[in-house]
Each structure stands twice: as structure tokens, then as C-alpha cells.
DNA sequence: GTCTATAAGGGGATAGAC
DNA sequence: GTCTATCCCCTTATAGAC
């Protein structure tokens, strides 16, 4: 049950943005009532943090193994647009979300994007270095907009495409 | 009066989204109540109306001139992150706003951003021109994240540096 | 034009029955 | 575990005094 409610609250986050939708919206969608939430969850925002936890975690370990094993920009950028396919776009769409920049922060989304922008931007980067690294992360994540709304996998041609993309705005 | 309470609510509704911003919260900002507000505006609703209806106007016109002129990619890339600019990042902020998608829908963004990526892919586009043009255009966005707090512009460099990270997703 | 006061409704959250 | 009923607060919006 509790899984259930996560997946709902999933989707209807990035469907309608946290402040958008109401416990009242999760519950009738999942078929129960507001108390019955409550039963599993302490208040939204605890929803909030759990949906956000697995994306998080996937995201710290990309950037550890990059570390660890000298990723390239390639392997990085790949891993990078895996992670957001993988998510299932609840986490990029949540990204942009005003009404929870002070969650957002909590789970140092911040600071993990500045990671992987200056692992991608390779040591002592200049200016355009970042510049073109925060570039071609934005291109990365354009993979949410081709993602399947049906079955939330994207085609293997448009993802190439993108890689490419990618690649070519940071050269 | 009417003015100032429309330059609130921009910054406000940027920078907390539009669910996240209250009456009272314009209200207090502009030192005035809620039922000042209300002698100006008929609705929130109404505020954000107009709020978007100029760097809409920008929009369009910008579409319409490249249309008249054939603009090359590189002017249609350059016109557009002026727009950006100009725009003092509201609208590309609202942009992923989801508590506003009909709101957004009735402005027809979608329709006009479907139409800028049209033009940048070319004439008789394949897929593969479709998903680099919204990857140029995802590039040239990016530009918010570089607009001044202080006096809303954004450095030149960094803008050339857009411009050509841009062009070179498109070949 | 701008205020105070208030209505009407929805939000998150809790109590207590079953 | 899940429900109904309820509380309290905040939101949008309006009425009416000044």
C-alpha cells in the first residue's frame, strides 16, 4: 500500500507539481481516503522526501562511480540521461519546481549538479568550461521530453542523438 | 499602482512559482492589501495573464520576423536568447511551472515554442533534425541560469559562448 | 482608491470509531 | 489499517466604510 501511494504521488508531482496537488488528489487516485494516508505517511512532505530519495541516491552513486573510475565525458553524459530515463522523469520535472526549492535543497540537488558540472567541465576549468558543461548537462536532460509516456522508456536513436548533442557543445 | 503590483507579481511568481505566491504575498511586497490588489486585478488569474501577455508579444513577433526575414539559425538562436533576457527569465521560469499548464496552454507557448523548433530544423526536418533543434533550443535556455540578479543582463562572453554551444548541437 | 472585516472554500493534519 | 468527521489555518475573493 505504501508503494502504491509512492507511485501515485510520483506521477501526480510531476504531472501537476508538488503544490498542485493535494493529499485529497493521491488518495483518490490510490482509492482510499485522506486518514488513510496518513496512516502511512506523517505529512506530504514526508511523500515528498521518499519520492525523491531513490532519484537522489541513483544520482550521488553516478557521481561516485564517476569519480572512482575516471569517467569520461561520454560515459558521463550517458549514465547522466540512463539516470533520468530511469527515474522516470518525476525527479527532472520536480527540478523545476518553485514551490519545493527548500526540499530540493535539503537533498542537495544543488550541489550534486555543480559535481557532475565540474566533473564534465575536467579540472581547472575555465569560464566557457562551465559554461559549455552546464550546456551540455541541459541538452542531457532534454531526454525528458522523449521519454514514452506509455511505457517511460525512450528510443535508442533519439537518446544517441542527444549524447552526441551532447558531446559536441562541450568541444 | 497597476504597474508596480505587475512587477511583484513577476518577480514573485519567478521566483516562488505561482501556486507558491499568495495575494497577501503581493499585497505585503507592494505595500498594499489584498483588497487593493483586487481593485486592479479581477482575479490572480488576471495577473498572470498579464504578466506572460508581454514576453508572449516578444514571442510571436520574434517568430514573425524570422518568418518575413528567413532568419538564419544563428540570428533565430540570437533573437531568442535575447528574448530570454530581456524577459527577465519570468517566462522561461513559469515555463516548467506545472500548477500553471492551462494557463500556459491558453497563451499557446507550446504552439509558438513547436514553431520556433520547426524553423530551426529546418525545412522538411527528419527526426533526427527535430531532436537536435529542441536540444539548440534547450542550450540556448540555459541562459537564465546565467541572467545577473542584479541588474537582470547577462555577460557577453557568456552569451557568445550559448550562441555557439547552440549552433554547434544544430550540425 | 484603499482600507478592515468577512465570507466561502480548500488545504494539511488529527481524533476516534470500526 | 482504514474509515468519517472535524479542526484549524490559509487562500481567493467580496462587501462596505472612509
Redesign the interface.
Known amino acids: 500500500m505504501k508503494n502504491r501511494i509512492l507511485e501515485v504521488a510520483q506521477i501526480l508531482f ?4 508538488y ?2 496537488t493535494s493529499i485529497n488528489d493521491i488518495a483518490q487516485q490510490v482509492g482510499t481516503s485522506k486518514a488513510g494516508i496518513y496512516y502511512h505517511f506523517r505529512s506530504k512532505e514526508a511523500i515528498l522526501d521518499e519520492v525523491l530519495s531513490q532519484p537522489m541516491k541513483d544520482l550521488s552513486q553516478l557521481i561516485e562511480q564517476a569519480k572512482k573510475n575516471h569517467f569520461k565525458e561520454e560515459q558521463l553524459l550517458r549514465a547522466y540521461i540512463n539516470g533520468i530515463v530511469k527515474s522516470g522523469k518525476v525527479m527532472y ?1 520536480l527540478w ?4 519545493i526549492q527548500d526540499q530540493l535543497q535539503h537533498h542537495q540537488i544543488n550541489e550534486q549538479c555543480e559535481e557532475l558540472v565540474y566533473l564534465l567541465a575536467g579540472s581547472q576549468p575555465s ?2 568550461d562551465l ?2 558543461a ?3 548537462m ?2 542531457a ?2 531526454a525528458i ?2 521519454i514514452a509516456n506509455g511505457d517511460g522508456s525512450i528510443d535508442k ?2 537518446q544517441t ?2 549524447l552526441n ?2 558531446l ?2 562541450l ?1
Open positions: 510531476s504531472r501537476c507539481g503544490a498542485g520535472e523545476n519546481d518553485l514551490s569560464e566557457s559554461v559549455r552546464r550546456a551540455a541541459a541538452v536532460q532534454t521530453q522523449f536513436k533519439i542523438e542527444l548533442a551532447a559536441r557543445v568541444n
